[in-house]
């Protein structure tokens, strides 16, 4: 399998595969509004925490949260530079297939004059 634009080891696929998980984009959302403890991140889940925990090792894994730990406390934080990676990523997709319908747009505007 090819690697991907700023994907050395994976790291978009981690990404990709972190983002693919519903409960996993909630957690994101809600770490744009600063940092939170793992019970705070799991209150809205009805999930049993052990559950919950294995979602954020996910997100740490791919690089897209932090954690600390104080005492019996760990509080997570957002990492947006896999996100930045994941945009540059798909802005380069974007461009690619723009740039590809552009090409058939012209070919078939191309084909409809001919058959005039």
């Not at 080891?9 to 939170?36: K, N």
């Not at 019970?39 to 090792?57: E, G, I, K, N, Y």
């Amino acid at each position: 399998m090819p690697k991907h634009a700023g994907g050395e080891d994976g790291a978009l696929d981690r990404v990709l595969h972190a983002l693919s998980d519903p409960t996993r984009r909630q957690v994101i959302e809600r770490l744009t509004e600063g940092p939170a403890t793992t019970s705070d991140l799991a209150r809205p889940f009805d999930m049993a925490l052990p559950s919950f925990t294995q979602h954020l090792h996910v997100l740490e894994h791919a690089g897209l949260v932090t954690s600390e730990k104080k005492g019996r406390v760990r509080t997570y934080r957002l990492a947006p530079q896999p996100l930045e990676h994941l945009d540059t990523w798909l802005a380069a997709q974007r461009t690619r297939w723009t740039r590809r319908l552009d090409q058939l747009d012209s070919l078939l505007y191309d084909l409809k004059e001919q058959q005039r």
